[in-house]
């Protein structure tokens, strides 16, 4: 290793203490991991592999995950402070991923077609037109910390699947579960220099990645800003990017909604994971006609949820992931409170180590405030009373943002009507964070570019070559 190489600590958010310790690869790190992936794209050790055969080894993927969820949870629930059962939910569904797109491997074909061509029979050309699809190329793959090891599944298992040869970054804060899919990528028979793996922060490793002229595509989860970065910097060789950026979810709870589902759906909506969710639905608009309840309803469910580190018995929630993230929470909801928002329950940063703050229901709230309009990645939920379906609706698409929504009605007809309305990539009608392998997922307006999940998840990857074969 090169010594003079910046090491990165690595810390457990519930305490604060280093556990562990990486380098800051830099340029020098992604040049050496995009020449070995461009060397194993050329070969076509993988992308030329039958599909039957690649299905196999990204089988075996999900196979190994599982031999290894209890270590792999444990670290996941360690480095980023989610709960056990949580790092386990989202382990499960980044394993079912690679099953999913293993079983895309063999069925990645074009369309073909006989044409005849020109203005009558005897002046016109016979052809037989196909189209191709092939994998994109060398893929960088950029993700954040608030779902390390889910993220790096989500965007590693259609990648593979496509064909492509990757070049991997993990977030500085948490990058131990992703070095251990390195070594399951390997054990299971992911040929050498197909995934390459650089720890690193964004403002080196992630630059240089977006900005290299020897990757074809980025595939980034992230902050919104940062999104904005890696598109201008991808246009040096214009190379394709993808975009799973932030968001600012409303939930619309209806005078119809049946309470004893909408208000623990709403409060698991916001508060799981910290409220360090993309989806997190952190503006909720509740009739007037069931406000109070609603208020009311939440805040219990705020002040029931345990708080811990993920080796402490019966925690529900975890810490925020940073000193920095436990300080912009704060800011924003000091910033509610000194200009008349009314802090109904939390508001404040547990005393004791680590990062922990309190979830927390704010009203009396103006569309103004900061903590209304930015994403606070933070326990944190707004809740407005309001009288007019369509006016709720005008209000809940009035953010940059348009990646998901929760709607709670007993009316089918309302929950449709409202659903068209909803400026977000994906509505939840009376459920709140339903994913799968197969539906697609993506955000509208700066919440992002493209989908990932389903057939459009695998597409992302790959290039479609139109052919004329003249008869
Ligand atoms: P972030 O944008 O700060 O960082 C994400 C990744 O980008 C990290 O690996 C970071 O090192 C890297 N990065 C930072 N600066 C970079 C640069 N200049 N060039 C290239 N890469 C750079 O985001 P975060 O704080 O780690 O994560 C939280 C954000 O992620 C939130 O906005 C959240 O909504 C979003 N997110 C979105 C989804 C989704 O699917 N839409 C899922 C999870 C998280």
Redesign the pocket.
Known sequence: MDDNRTMISVLDPATGEEIGQVPDGGGASVDEAVRRARASFTSGVWRHMPGAQRAKVLWRVADLIDQRIDELCAMEARNNGMSRGLARAFTDIGTEMFRYYAGWCSKIHGQSTDLRVGPDAASSYEYHAYTSLEAIGVVGL??????PLL?AMVKLAPALAAGCSCVF?????TPLTALMLADILRDAGVPDGVVNFVTG???T???A??GHDGIDKIA????????K??AR?ATGNLKRVTL????KSPVLICGDADLAQAIPGAAAGIFTNSG????AGSRIFAHRAVYDRVVEGIAAAADALRLGGSDEADVDLGPLISARQLARVNELVEDGRNQGATIVTGGAALDRAGFFYRPTVITDVRTDMRLYRE?I?GPVVTIMPFDDEDEAIAEANNTQYG?AAQVWTRDVSRAHRITRKLDAGTVWVNCAVAFDPSIP???FKQ??WGQ?YGWKGIEIYLRSKSVFVQL
């Open positions: 950029i993700v954040p910390w608030n779902g993220c970054k993990p977030a500085e804060e922060y964004g403002e490793v992630g630059a990645m977006s980034f989860t992230g902050s919104t800003e940062v999104g970065i890696i910097a799973e950026l932030g968001g360090q969710a993309c989806t994403e990645f990646l997922f993506g955000g919440s992002g990932e």
